[in-house]
């Protein structure tokens, strides 16, 4: 089946969307290689961004892997192309990651969630289309005042799906962040909030300060 142009089967199993989705930055990769012999650093993470890793963002959060090979499996198309670049190429990952200032896949996907959250629950999805994420109701002060209900789930496909995922994440940040007015505010100010996390530029690193805390 194909919603949204993410593909699943009848277990809900999106393994064959990531493997189409890995064949196709493949293929665009290749084009980029073939097209572009000269490349800055600069040019080449325009031409990156655009052409290759749009395939690999486009509607994540739906379909974010949670299995290390998955994970792994994504990453390692960015890090063939990362290669593209000769005086790039026989540095380690992180290195040219941080050269080229783009961050793993893996933290872009977590960024991506936290994003999709702030627009559910400030409410700029129509509420008729948008998963209930309820709020927990505490006098907690740690985290902020927008934290999300945590409840326990027995099977992998609730608990890695994007309502159960969240929780910890978003319950973590502060209220500096969580408050912004607009949608590029709060991408602005998560970024600051999580700008020394290993994660950036390591995609095995954990994030931290995102315990289960509720």
Not at 47 to 60: A, P, T, V
Not at 70 to 89: M, Y
Not at 112 to 131: L, R, S
Request: charged content about 25%; hydrophobic content about 35%; aromatic content about 12%.
């Amino acid at each position: 089946m194909v919603d949204l142009r993410v593909c699943f089967d009848e277990k809900l199993s999106l393994r064959e969307h990531i493997h189409t989705k890995i064949n196709k930055a493949y293929m665009m990769l290749g084009i980029i290689k073939r097209n572009f012999k000269y490349l800055t650093v600069q040019t080449f993470v325009l031409i990156y961004n655009s052409m290759d890793r749009s395939h690999l963002d486009y509607f994540s959060s739906v379909w974010a892997p949670h299995r290390k090979g998955n994970i792994e499996a994504l990453e390692k198309v960015q890090t063939r192309a990362t290669k593209i670049l000769p005086s790039l190429k026989k540095l380690p990952y992180c290195e040219r990651l941080k050269i080229c200032q783009i961050p793993t896949l893996h933290y872009r996907r977590i960024r991506g969630d936290m994003i999709e959250t702030y627009k559910i629950i400030t409410g700029k999805y129509y509420t008729g289309v948008a998963p209930t994420l309820p709020k927990r109701s505490t006098s907690i002060t740690r985290g902020n005042d927008l934290r999300l209900q945590k409840s326990h789930v027995k099977y992998d496909l609730h608990k890695f799906g994007f309502v159960k995922r969240v929780v910890n994440t978003w319950n973590s940040l502060s209220n500096w962040v969580t408050s912004a007015n607009t949608t590029n505010t709060f991408k602005s100010r998560l970024d600051k909030f999580w700008q020394n996390q290993d994660v950036i530029y390591n995609f095995k690193a954990q994030l931290h300060g995102t315990g289960s805390r509720s």
